[in-house]
Structure formats: structure tokens, C-alpha cells
């Protein structure tokens, strides 16, 4: 090897090194101001010691790709819940660190095309999706191509009189989704955006990728919350390596805002923590404001709701769906029952914080923080430029 050619391998691995870190110096910075914004809900005088937060950090950043944590963030956990911990997972560290060494990100994409569930872990739980536009291709339910697609699809609307339509790929936040109704001329009209309904149209819309769906109906318990989304409970779901065992860590419910179509806290929805018993917690919004009654009945308070029903059989549907996602250690699944009873998967995450669990006053992976953390140090670095 030449000497120029030797400056150029050690250029090439200093910038890369120096990429890598300026990437994860982002992710710290990122988290560490958007918690600045969130922390001005909270008192000023809540503050916490800096001993405290000396051995927050020593516990976090020790063994981490992160250089910093957010001691906003610390005290948005502690004093918005009112339960001080050293446990409570820095959002930073997770993406930097946990989140590449639990979880495959190569494999992520393979695992998340939506309306391909039934097919990937052999579940009628689903929606029915009974049209997917993927990479210029439609499909019919059972994933046949189809050489007609427009006419297939207006054939298969005259049994359906509200659908719902997503991205196959990236619908964080409720992106992107539309729900449409038909009248009684038997006319599609969007009821969330200004789209007309129409196969050429989806595809000028969503470009490459989107799936055709029913819209679920919700169990009446559910509905309470709002009556236009279909209100869905996020499992956290990990599979531990002492045993490979699939461990129900928390369930969120998460309810639409009035009058919307989608569920998610970032499109101004709420969510509850609902403990062991079944029984909710008080909700927060996405500016931590607390409710503690139904959005539309004052008088509806959610610690006399009861318990919620049908959680543990999206307990057992989401452990059954972990444990088909060999190369991911940790995974969120959107669930709930349906009208009927029936748990019905939504959607499936590949890469979420659950920082909202930690609002509650309940570190994220609880008992098994220590576990967590002794795993990672023995793992093998990820280098995030790979994937």
C-alpha cells in the first residue's frame, strides 16, 4: 500500500468516526431541546439535586454511545409524576445505544409493511386488507398481483361503507391517513382531508406504497375516549436473553382527539397508562397536561372507568407476535379489541422510546433496567453509518 493511498484509508476513518459521533451527538441534542420545550409545564422550583443527577449519569452514560443526557428530561419524569428514580431510560441513550444492539434495524423494514401482518405471523387478527399498492404492484388480501387494479377495487368498495388508507411504510403520527366514507348515492368522500377518491388518485397521492383497509369498529368501552379514531393500546413487548421469554412490559391506551381519525399523542390525542389490574391511570396530552375524566363527560372519571376489557388477550396476541420477530429484542404493537371482542392488530413498531410510559412515573424497563444495561456493555458497538 502506497502512502497516498494510506492517508486516504486513515481520512476515510477519521471522517467516518467523526460522523458517527456528530450522528449521536445529534440524537442527544435533539431530545435534550425537545424537552427543554416540554419542561416549561412544569414548576420552576422542581429542580433536582446534582448528586442526583451525578449518579443518573454515571448509571446512563458509562456504558453509552451518548456524551450527554437531558437533565430536563430527568425532572420532566420525576416531578411530572411525582416518582424520582435513576432508572428512568434517557430517550438519547435508547436510540443511540439500546435500541441498535436489541433491535436488527437492516431487518426492521422487512417486518413492517402494513397489511402484510396476517401473512408474516400467520394471525387473523388483522384488518382486512383487501387492496395494497406496493413498489408499482397491487395486490389482492392474499397477496395475488392483480392486472386490473382499479376495477378490482371499485368491485371490492361495494361491500365496505367506511375504509381507512396508510402508507404500507412510514405512518408515524398518524401521517398520511385517510378515512373515507361512502354516502348514500353510494359516493366516496374523504372525511379528514381534501382528497378525492379514485385509484389513479391514491397512487398521485401516496406515490409507490399504500394499503386499502376496513375500518375497524371499536368495543364501546374504547369508544368512550373518541368515537372517530379507533382507539387503540400500545404493548411493549421484551424478550429477554436470560430466557427468551416475550415480557408484557407496559400498555398505553391512546385516544384521538375530538373528532379525529387517528390516535396518536403527536396529532393531539391523549394517552393512558393502564396498570396490571386493568385498571387506567390518568391521561396526559402531548403538552403534559393531565386528564382525569372523559374528554366529553366531566363527570366520567377515569379511575372509576373499571377495568379495561380484552387486555389480556392482546397480551397473549402481542408475547404470540414477539416471539415470530426473532432478530428484534424489543417491539411496540398497536392493539385492541373490536366491537366483537376480537384483538385486532393495528400496527406494528420496530423502534419506539416509550418515553410517555416514563410521564407515569414508571421506568421503562423496570426490573429489567439492570439486565438491559449489563447486556449492551457485552454487545458489540452498531455502527449507525451501516444501517
Known amino acids: 500500500m502506497n502512502k497516498r493511498t494510506q492517508v486516504i484509508n486513515y481520512g476515510y476513518k477519521a471522517l467516518r468516526t467523526a460522523a458517527k459521533k456528530l450522528y449521536y451527538l445529534r440524537f442527544d441534542l435533539q431530545y435534550k431541546e425537545a424537552f427543554e420545550k416540554k419542561r416549561l409545564n412544569i414548576a420552576e422550583g422542581c429542580r433536582l439535586d446534582n448528586q442526583f443527577f451525578k449518579e443518573y449519569k454515571k448509571k446512563w452514560l458509562s456504558w453509552s454511545e451518548s456524551v450527554i443526557v437531558s437533565r430536563k428530561e430527568l425532572e420532566c419524569y420525576c416531578f411530572f409524576s411525582g416518582v424520582k428514580s435513576i432508572d428512568y431510560m434517557p430517550a438519547s441513550v435508547y436510540f443511540t445505544t439500546i435500541d441498535p444492539i436489541l433491535n436488527d434495524k437492516q431487518m426492521a423494514w422487512g417486518y413492517s409493511e402494513k397489511g402484510n401482518y396476517s401473512k408474516l405471523f400467520g394471525i387473523d387478527n388483522e384488518p382486512v386488507s383487501f387492496f395494497r399498492y406496493t413498489n408499482g ?28 388508507i396508510k402508507p404500507i411504510m412510514d405512518s408515524w403520527g398518524g401521517r398520511n391517513i385517510l378515512v373515507f366514507e361512502k354516502d348514500k348515492n353510494d359516493r366516496w368522500g374523504c372525511v379528514n382531508e381534501e382528497v378525492e377518491f379514485s385509484f389513479r388518485n391514491l397512487v398521485r397521492y401516496y406515490k409507490k406504497n399504500f394499503v386499502v383497509q376496513e375500518f375497524l369498529k371499536q368495543h364501546p368501552f374504547y ?34 382527539k375530538p373528532n379525529s ?15 396490571p389490574s ?18 366529553d363527560d366531566p363527570g366520567a372519571l377515569i379511575q372509576d372507568l373499571g377495568s379495561a376489557p380484552g387486555i389480556e388477550d392482546m397480551k397473549e396476541l402481542s408475547r404470540s407476535i414477539a416471539l415470530k420477530l426473532p432478530f428484534h429484542r424489543l417491539v411496540s404493537l398497536d392493539i385492541n379489541i373490536d ?15 416509550g ?9 421503562f424497563f423496570g426490573k429489567f433496567t439492570d439486565e438491559i444495561i449489563e447486556f449492551c456493555k457485552k454487545q458489540k458497538k452498531i455502527d449507525f453509518l451501516r444501517v
Open 137 to 164: 404492484l397491487s395486490y389482492d388480501f392474499g397477496g395475488n398481483v392483480l392486472s386490473s387494479p382499479e376495477e378490482f377495487l371499485n368491485e371490492k368498495l361495494k361491500s365496505y361503507s367506511r375504509i381507512l
Open 223 to 256: 369508544a368512550r375516549f373518541n368515537p372517530s379514531s379507533f382507539n387503540t393500546v400500545r404493548m411493549y413487548v421484551y424478550r429477554s436473553p436470560l430466557d427468551e421469554k416475550p415480557y408484557v412490559l407496559h400498555s398505553v391506551l391512546k385516544a384521538g
Open 261 to 275: 381519525v387517528v390516535d396518536n399523542l403527536k396529532a393531539g390525542g391523549m394517552a393512558f397508562y393502564i396498570m
Open 278 to 295: 386493568g385498571k387506567l391511570h390518568n391521561g396526559i396530552t402531548m403538552d403534559l397536561e393531565k386528564v382525569n375524566h372523559l374528554p
Open 339 to 353: 366491537i366483537d371482542g376480537k384483538p385486532r392488530l393495528v400496527e406494528l413498531n420496530l423502534s419506539e422510546s
Open 355 to 363: 418515553n410517555v410510559v416514563q410521564l407515569f412515573g414508571y421506568p
